[in-house]
């Protein structure tokens, strides 16, 4: 299912909305929360290319930083599902 059909505050949404955008992004997937973004062999350009995507969907403001210091995605969904909460 394409990221933009997935949309909400819940955490579930957060969750299924990054992972697809991860996935979608760079073709590695089905992909899991515990999985690492540098272990599926994420790069740097993908990566400000999830972040510009899970920004306009998600309406918030992550940047490519954010994914590269998280030790896998189920920390970056948590740190999108935070900035979803405080706006």
Same mark, same amino acid.
């Given at each position: 299912?394409?990221?933009?059909?997935?949309?909400?505050?819940?955490?579930?949404?957060?969750?299924?909305?990054?992972?697809?955008?991860?996935? %979608? +992004?760079?073709?590695?997937?089905? &992909?899991?929360?515990? =999985?690492?973004?540098?272990? /599926?062999?994420?790069? !740097?350009?993908?990566?400000?290319?999830?972040?510009?995507?899970?920004?306009?969907?998600?309406?918030? %403001? +992550?940047?490519?930083?954010?994914? &590269?210091?998280?030790? =896998?995605?189920?920390?970056? /969904?948590?740190?999108? !599902?935070?900035?979803?909460?405080?706006?």
């Amino acid at each position: 299912m394409p990221a933009s059909h997935l949309s909400g505050n819940d955490p579930q949404h957060t969750d299924a909305l990054v992972l697809s955008i991860v996935d %979608e +992004v760079t073709g590695r997937g089905p &992909l899991r929360p515990t =999985d690492s973004f540098y272990d /599926i062999g994420g790069t !740097s350009l993908e990566a400000i290319r999830i972040c510009l995507r899970v920004g306009r969907e998600a309406g918030v %403001e +992550v940047g490519p930083e954010d994914l &590269l210091g998280c030790d =896998d995605l189920a920390a970056f /969904i948590a740190l999108v !599902s935070a900035a979803r909460t405080d706006r």
